[in-house]
């Protein structure tokens, strides 16, 4: 049985930084592509904000980049998300992907509050 686990999640002030790690247990995950994806309440869709390719290509949503840094051990199956400079419009509740195809698995999520 797959199954995703975030942790790192938890309250930071503005300008903080913190980081997200997603670990990945039932199977062999080095050829999917690893994404974070952050929901907001009131937002019925999750947005992507990070995704690293089994190349190593990385992709970025336009308000993270340059402060935020996905990257991946496929040994240990696991993807991290390093997030600096944080604002109160990151909090959200951030989870991860892995998919490959039409197979994808998805973290239950973890929250980020961004506050004073």
């Known amino acids: 049985q797959v199954q995703l686990v975030e942790s790192g999640g938890g309250l930071v002030q503005p300008g903080g930084s913190l980081s997200l790690s997603c670990a990945a247990s039932?199977?062999?995950?080095?050829?999917?592509?690893m994404s974070w994806y952050r929901q907001t309440p009131g937002k019925q869709r999750r947005e992507l904000v990070a995704?690293?390719?089994?190349?190593?290509?990385?992709t970025y949503a336009s308000s993270v980049k340059g402060r935020f840094t996905i990257s991946r051990d496929n040994a240990k199956s696991m993807v991290y998300l390093e997030m600096n400079s944080l604002t109160p419009e990151d909090t959200a509740v951030y989870y991860c992907?892995?998919?490959?195809?039409?197979?994808?698995?998805w973290g239950q999520g973890t929250q980020v509050t961004v506050s004073p």
């Open positions: 992907r892995f998919a490959r195809g039409r197979t994808e698995y």
């Open positions: 039932g199977s062999i995950f080095s050829t999917y592509v």
């Open positions: 995704s690293m390719a089994t190349s190593g290509t990385t």
